[in-house]
């Protein structure tokens, strides 16, 4: 079975500071990790995937197989990263893949 | 760049009738689309996987009869839920795999719809 647990459902932070936002997953193989933003009123998009390596809008996120996590950070939160972010695993289940997503974790910047 | 279109967005139903929503892609071919629900302040759940041309494949505890998937065509999956409940209500998420990168892990979503049974 593959999880994805976001233990907080709020993060607040003032404009400038830095964000982390956590992700840890439970999979037996070798997980893909993604991180999927939503923005007030529009639909959920792709923010970025571990295998890229890849830094969209100042976000960066490792993955972490020891601790079993892919947290998501940025060194200076703006406000326009006010959104919703889902965490996402996706695996192999009984020979097709499938994506988990965390419960997500609403980001609030404060001006 | 591409993009899912869900319809309806909302629909308010009586118990005991059917509802149909769609998931359409709209400037690309999806050979798999793939449907979620989400309960308030819980995870996106998924629900089934919609291959173009066979049986939907669905999660464990997922009603099979209750929510039929038909994927008939590349660009088009419907959800319906049959005889609907006041605990169907929930918000529906469809999202789709572009063909022609079949590995590609970007998934394309649907705005979603949001459904309440009376």
């Known amino acids: 079975a593959q999880r994805v647990t976001q233990p907080e459902k709020l993060l607040s932070v003032f404009k400038g500071a830095p964000v982390e936002l956590k992700c840890n997953y439970s999979y037996s193989g070798s997980p893909e990790l993604f991180w999927y933003v939503q923005y007030s009123r529009q639909r959920l998009q792709l923010l970025l995937r571990?295998?890229s390596r890849e830094s969209i809008k100042g976000f960066t996120a490792d993955l972490n197989k020891g601790e079993t996590s892919f947290h998501l950070k940025k060194p200076f939160a703006q406000e326009e990263d006010s959104a919703m972010y889902y965490c996402a695993l996706r695996g192999d289940s009984g020979g097709y893949q499938k994506v988990t997503f965390g419960t997500g974790t609403k980001l609030q910047v404060i001006p | 760049g591409a993009v899912v279109s869900q319809h309806p967005s909302r629909v308010i139903c009586k118990s005991g009738t059917s509802v149909k929503i769609e998931c359409r892609s709209l400037d690309f071919q999806a050979t798999t689309m793939f449907w979620y629900r989400q309960f308030p302040k819980k995870s996106l759940m998924l629900m089934a996987t919609?291959?173009?041309?066979?049986?939907?494949?669905?999660e464990q505890g997922v009603e099979k009869d209750k929510f039929l998937i038909n994927h008939a065509s590349l660009t088009l999956s419907t959800l319906t839920v049959t005889s609907a409940h006041p605990e169907d209500s929930s918000f529906y998420i469809c999202?789709?795999?572009?063909?022609?990168?079949?590995?590609?892990?970007?998934?394309?979503f649907g705005s979603g719809t949001q459904l309440s049974v009376l």
């Open positions: 999202s789709a795999r572009d063909r022609d990168f079949p590995t590609n892990e970007k998934l394309f």
């Open positions: 919609s291959n173009e041309g066979s049986k939907a494949t669905y």
């Open positions: 571990h295998i």
